[in-house]
C-alpha cells in the first residue's frame, strides 16, 4: 500500500502541479445529449426528468435548441465554469502519488540504463572527434552522478564520484541554460484552486478509492417545429446520443383520449399518421448524418397511456424502429422504447433512462478516448 510523505500538501500541490505542466492523460469523458422529436411532445420536459427537477405542466416552445450541461455522477444541471479541469487534474495527481514508488522505480532503471548505453558507445566509438567524445562524457558524468544520488539519498556527492568522470567532464564545452518555461498555473492559483482536500486526504491514506471522472454530457434540446429542422442537421454528429421523443397518445390514436382531455389539448395533438411520419423523419435523419449513433426511443405521457404493447407494433411495423443499427432498449420488457412519466414529481422518475444512457455513452470509443490536461 502506498504511504503518503508527511508533508501531505507539498507533495500534493507538486503532484498537481506536474500533472498540469506534464499534461497527464485522461480519458475524453464527454457526449453530446441530442434530444429530438415533435413540438410539444415532451422533449423539455424529459430533460427536466433526466436532471431530477420539479415538473412544470404549463408547455413553453423551444426555439432553435436549449443547452444545458450535466454529467452521469449527479445528473444536475452545471454551469459553464463547473470545474471539470480541476476534477481531472485531481484525479491525475491521486494517480501520480499512488503510482509514486513505482515512477520512481521505472525512473532509476531508465537511469542506469542510459549509462550503461553511454559507457558502452564510448567504448565502441574510439575514432570519433575529441568534441563529441567531450560532450559524451560529460553526459555520463551527469547520468552517473544523478544515478549515485539517487541510490545513496544525495549522500554521495560529485566529490566522491570517479576521478575519471570528474576530469573528462571538465573538459567539456559549457552549454548555456535555457531559460526555464512559465508554469502553467501560477503559484499563488495552485494552492489556491487544489488544496488538499478531505477527500483526496482519504484516497491517499488508503481508506477510499481514486474514481475516474463520470461521462459529462452537453444536452442539446432542440425545439420541435418544423421552421428550425433545416438549422438541426448543421448540429447532427456521430459523437453523442439521440433521444427521440413521442407523445404515445399519439402513436396509439389520440381518439382514444377524447373523453379525458379538454378540447385545446385533444386539437394540439397530432393524428397517428402525423406522429408517425415524424419519427420515421427523425430516424432517417439520424441515420443519415449519425449511423454510428446510439439512439434511444422514449415515449411520454405513461400517466394517461397503458398500451405500451400496441406502442410497441406500431414502432416496429410502421415505424420500422428495429432498422435502427444501434438502438438501445430498455433491460426488462422486451420493448424497444423507454416509457417515461414526466409529470411525476419523484426525482428519480428516470433512473432507468440515466442509466441506460450513462451506461451507452461509456462504451463509445471518442468518450474513452486519452487526452492531455
Not at 75 to 89: I, K, R, T, V
Amino acid at each position: 500500500m502506498f504511504h503518503p510523505p508527511q508533508r501531505h500538501d507539498d507533495a500534493w500541490l507538486e503532484a498537481i502541479k506536474a500533472a498540469i505542466d506534464e499534461g497527464d492523460e485522461h480519458a475524453w469523458g464527454r457526449a453530446k445529449l441530442m434530444v429530438v422529436g415533435r413540438g410539444a411532445a415532451g422533449k423539455t420536459s424529459t430533460v427536466r426528468s433526466l436532471l431530477g427537477q420539479t415538473p412544470v405542466m404549463e408547455h413553453n416552445s423551444t426555439e432553435v435548441a436549449d443547452l444545458l450541461l450535466t454529467n452521469a455522477q449527479h445528473w444536475q444541471p452545471l454551469s459553464s465554469d463547473h470545474g471539470e479541469f480541476d476534477a481531472q487534474a485531481r484525479y491525475a495527481a491521486l494517480r501520480r502519488l499512488q503510482d509514486a514508488p513505482a515512477r520512481e522505480s521505472l525512473k532509476r532503471k531508465s537511469l542506469a540504463r542510459r549509462v550503461s548505453e553511454d559507457l558502452r558507445r564510448l567504448q565502441n566509438a574510439p575514432e570519433r572527434k575529441s568534441l563529441k567524445r567531450k560532450s559524451l562524457g560529460r553526459r555520463v558524468s551527469e547520468a552517473a552522478q544523478s544515478l549515485l544520488s539517487a541510490a545513496t539519498g544525495g549522500r554521495l556527492s560529485a566529490s566522491k564520484s570517479s576521478p575519471q568522470l570528474e576530469a573528462t567532464a571538465a573538459t567539456a564545452p559549457a552549454v548555456p541554460e535555457s531559460p526555464s518555461p512559465k508554469a502553467l498555473v501560477d503559484e499563488e492559483e495552485l494552492t489556491r484552486k487544489f488544496a488538499l482536500r478531505d477527500e483526496d486526504q482519504a484516497v491517499l491514506q488508503g481508506a477510499a478509492q481514486a474514481e475516474a471522472r463520470d461521462v459529462s454530457f452537453t444536452i442539446w434540446d432542440y425545439g420541435g417545429q418544423k421552421v428550425f429542422y433545416a438549422l438541426h442537421h448543421i448540429f447532427l454528429t456521430d459523437k453523442g446520443l439521440y433521444l427521440v421523443v413521442f407523445d404515445m397518445r399519439e402513436i396509439v390514436g389520440k381518439e382514444n383520449f377524447r373523453d379525458t382531455l379538454t378540447l385545446e389539448e385533444y386539437q394540439k395533438l397530432s393524428t397517428q399518421a402525423e406522429a408517425i411520419e415524424f419519427l420515421r423523419f427523425w430516424l432517417h435523419s439520424i441515420r443519415l448524418h449519425a449511423p454510428e449513433a446510439p439512439v434511444l426511443m422514449i415515449g411520454t405521457f405513461l400517466d394517461q397511456v397503458t398500451q405500451l404493447r400496441e406502442v410497441n407494433r406500431v414502432l416496429r411495423e410502421q415505424v420500422s424502429a428495429t432498422a435502427l443499427k444501434h438502438l438501445v432498449k430498455p433491460p426488462k420488457r422486451g420493448h424497444l422504447f423507454f416509457a417515461i412519466d414526466n409529470s411525476s414529481i419523484d426525482e428519480n422518475r428516470a433512473v432507468e433512462l440515466r442509466t441506460a444512457i450513462a451506461s451507452v455513452a461509456s462504451e463509445q470509443r471518442y468518450v474513452r478516448e486519452q487526452v492531455p490536461l
